[in-house]
């Protein structure tokens, strides 16, 4: 056993009357390793956040099947349908996440696929089918959790989330609850009919590191949340709140419409307060419905605006177009200063759902148009087809200027809900159509929705000039089925989450395999 990651404090122990049996300045440390627990197999065990966990360490040589481990006085243990270990003990269970495995190859994390697998009862190993066995490899089963947030009200609302990379997850919503759980909040109190919230919870679930209302006297909804490299928040969304929203550092310190104002905030690392938080709209009705933050701690926001006096600066499209329009808006990182806004948007009904950033810091967002003339650029489709039609759109670095946009979707109506990027920069996309005849390729359902304002949820991924679909698939059962957020993996995989009224919604290796009687979240994973 050698210990690793020395830690900042010693032990002592003081036993007895004999000074010289007294034990002093023991040194400790985070972490021990087992070296050659098998040959060429090291253990590592540590501690995260009061949980103990252990990673595999595999050297050029080391045979993963040689892994060998039981558990003795359980009722059962089982491997799930989505490769967790299940331990049944009669103090209740214990779950083991598939095991992450990855290398370091060429100076980068490298993910590869990994599994348990049962050797005998109670008795199991790992398999990992292919990695290179001329550089270590790391297996890790984690242990995961799942747990409610909320309090007494119904109206307790989680709308996004986001993850760092310790594992720590971020989430934003709403909440009617004076008793929702907060744990070191910057404001303690809820103020108004609902007031947003932040949070902040440990890697493992088990703790909230922080927890706040964010809110004034009156209504205010929190929709989007992103985290930058040192851990802190930026949260976007529409506030009523007119004379008491919180502000700090603002850009904008007055309300600007008789009715709602978008807002954007950011939160320090440890949750104790805003560094900063402002207004963000004209004369009517502004809301913002996605955010994301650059290497540099710029904050890139999209949403709806019906206000003809909107803060721009440099933009794309000067002038309001219809009755509502889609907007992109970059803050600073002292978020006290705009490095450009735009409208974007046609003579009917715009809006912008997701944004996302590449590493040149240009910015694709995704929404809905009821435009005939919203604005394209080398477009995969230049034409409005139906009854609001799905869009996606590149601004590029400087924010002046259309790299790409268009329309697609079919006769029905669709909505782009939720945006991702992987390294190639091909954009991936889902959210919901009802058009029988939407555009698919290469799709895992033949046709779209069976009934005329029946929804089908869409993944799509698009090549990195915007104007071609690598694979344009539908998924769903008879009922209305969303997509609402997507992801991706080091090794392209891609998961989508949504809500679906569908009975019969097809599953695969499901946690659960049943609906409800009413709707149902659900999540997927696409080779």
């Not at 990994?114 to 290179?132: C, H, M, Q, S, T």
């Not at 994301?292 to 926001?301: E, L, S």
């Not at 992109?328 to 006290?336: A, D, H, M, Q, R």
Request: proline letters at 5%.
């Amino acid at each position: 056993m050698i210990p690793l990651e020395p830690a900042e404090y010693t032990v002592n122990y003081f036993r007895g009357r004999e000074v010289s049996k007294w034990k002093t300045a023991i040194p400790t440390s985070k972490a021990v390793l087992y070296r050659s627990l098998y040959p060429n197999i090291d253990l590592k065990i540590y501690g995260v956040e009061g949980q103990v966990e252990y990673d595999y360490l595999i050297k050029p040589g080391g045979k993963v099947s040689d892994i060998r481990f039981e558990y003795t006085e359980v009722i059962k243990t089982t491997i799930e349908n989505d490769g967790h270990l299940l331990i049944e003990t009669e103090f209740g269970e214990l779950r083991h996440a598939q095991p992450r495995c990855y290398q370091q190859l060429d100076g980068k994390k490298v993910e590869v696929a990994g599994r348990f697998r049962k050797i005998a009862k109670n008795a199991y190993g790992l398999e990992v089918p292919k990695y290179d066995p001329d550089a270590e490899l790391t297996i890790d089963p984690s242990v995961i959790y799942s747990t409610y947030l909320g309090g007494v009200d119904p109206r307790d609302d989680a709308h996004s989330i986001a993850v760092d990379s310790q594992g720590a997850a971020y989430v934003t919503g709403w909440t009617a609850s004076a008793d929702f759980p907060l744990m070191k909040p910057f404001q303690k109190k809820i103020k108004g009919q609902t007031d947003a919230f932040i949070c902040k919870i440990k890697p493992l679930g088990q703790q909230l590191v922080y927890s706040t209302f964010l809110g004034g006297s009156d209504f205010d909804y929190a929709y989007s949340i992103a985290v930058d490299k040192d851990g802190a928040a930026y949260v976007t969304g529409t506030t009523y709140s007119m004379n008491d929203f919180p502000l700090k550092n603002p850009y904008q310190s007055v309300f600007g419409g008789s009715w709602a104002d978008a807002f954007v905030c950011k939160v320090t690392p440890s949750g104790s307060r805003l560094v900063f938080s402002t207004y963000l709209g004209g004369n009517s009705h502004d809301c913002g419905w996605g955010i994301a933050v650059d290497a540099d701690f710029a904050a890139y926001v999209t949403g709806e605006t019906s206000s003809p006096n909107f803060p721009l600066m440099n933009p794309i499209q000067a002038v309001h177009g219809g009755y509502r329009d889609a907007f992109v808006t970059k803050l600073s990182s002292s978020g006290n200063t705009l490095l450009y806004s735009t409208y974007l948007g046609g003579a009917d009904n715009d809006n912008g759902y997701a944004i996302a950033l590449d590493s040149s810091k240009a910015a694709y967002v995704t929404g809905n148009s009821w435009s005939f003339n919203f604005p394209v650029q080398k477009a995969l489709s230049g034409t409005y087809r139906g009854h609001g039609d799905a869009v996606i759109a590149k601004i590029n670095p400087a924010g002046n200027a259309l790299v790409y946009s268009t329309y697609f979707g079919g006769t029905g109506e669709e909505e782009g809900k939720g945006i991702a990027l992987d390294a190639s920069r091909s954009v991936y996309i889902t959210g919901w159509t009802s058009s029988k005849n939407f555009p698919i390729k290469n799709s895992l359902k033949p046709h779209a929705a069976y009934a005329p304002f029946e929804a089908d949820a869409f993944i799509i991924k698009f090549e990195r000039s915007g104007n071609k679909f690598v694979y344009s698939t539908l998924y769903g059962g008879s009922g209305d089925d969303w997509g609402m957020d997507i992801g991706l993996d080091s090794l392209g995989q891609v998961y989508v989450a949504g809500h679906t009224y569908a009975k019969d919604f097809p599953v695969k290796n499901a946690i659960r395999a049943k609906s409800s009687k009413n709707n149902d979240g659900f999540v997927l994973k696409i080779k």
